[in-house]
Antibody
Framework: EVQLEESGGGLVQSGGSLRLSCAAS????????MNWVRQAPGKGLVWVSR????????NYADSVKGRFTISRDNTKNTMYLQMNSLRAEDTAVYYC??????????WGQGTLVTVSS | DIQMTQSPSSLSASVGDRVTITCRAS??????LNWYQQRPGNAPKLLIY???NLHSGAPSRFSGSGSGADFTLTISSLQPEDFATYYC?????????FGQGTKVEIK
């Protein structure tokens, strides 16, 4: 069974940093592109970032470019999102999602990031 | 960026009703359109990919249609577990974008 489990969320002050992790099981992580998607409280889904199978190519939403870094360690079956210079508007539940030909066929349960100003 | 507009934003329906949700892209995306269901407090789940393909495990009462810029998600007979928010998402080009969501509520 495919499983994704996010961790690393929490409360951080504006300007601070957090690193989120997404642990994968039930499939071979190295065979798939992976994404981060976030959802602010009571709001809709927003794509954040994408990484290719070996980590050599990454993409970001303009709102996080230069502040967030996506990476992966296929030997540990884990993907990461390093978030720096956090702002109040980054407050959201962050989901990792498995990418199959650009649709997201498996999602984690999410981890909440709260940025206090 | 490609803008995705869903309608309606919310609807009330009864168990057994046929429900239709539409999604319009701001430019042509051929069939790079996916649908997700999100129940309160839960992560989204993939229902339909590439406009009309039912994801493994999704109930057959869900169907998708459309191409170009206009798409439809149909629930043929609404069930109690279908009360949720539905999102369309374009995967034609980055940044991937989602519709604002359609909340399906109990009448």
């Amino acid at each position: 069974e495919v499983q994704l489990e996010e961790s690393g969320g929490g409360l951080v002050q504006s300007g601070g940093s957090l690193r989120l992790s997404c642990a994968a099981s039930g499939f071979t992580l190295s065979n798939y592109w992976m994404n981060w998607v976030r959802q602010a409280p009571g709001k809709g889904l927003v794509w954040v970032s994408r990484i290719n199978r070996d980590g050599s190519s990454t993409n970001y939403a303009d709102s996080v470019k230069g502040r967030f870094t996506i990476s992966r360690d296929n030997t540990k079956n884990t993907m990461y999102l390093q978030m720096n210079s956090l702002r109040a508007e980054d407050t959201a539940v962050y989901y990792c999602a498995k990418d199959t030909f650009s649709w997201f066929d498996s999602w984690g349960q999410g981890t909440l990031v709260t940025v206090s100003s | 960026d490609i803008q995705m507009t869903q309608s309606p934003s919310s609807l009330s329906a009864s168990v057994g009703d046929r429900v239709t949700i539409t999604c319009r892209a701001s430019q042509i995306i051929t069939t790079f359109l996916n649908w997700y269901q999100q129940r309160p407090g839960n992560a989204p789940k993939l229902l339909i990919y590439a406009a009309s393909n039912l994801h493994s495990g999704a109930p057959s009462r869900f169907s998708g249609s459309g191409s170009g810029a206009d798409f439809t998600l149909t629930i043929s007979s609404l069930q109690p577990e279908d009360f949720a928010t539905y999102y369309c998402q374009q995967s034609d080009s980055l940044p991937y974008t989602f519709g604002q969501g359609t909340k399906v509520e109990i009448k």
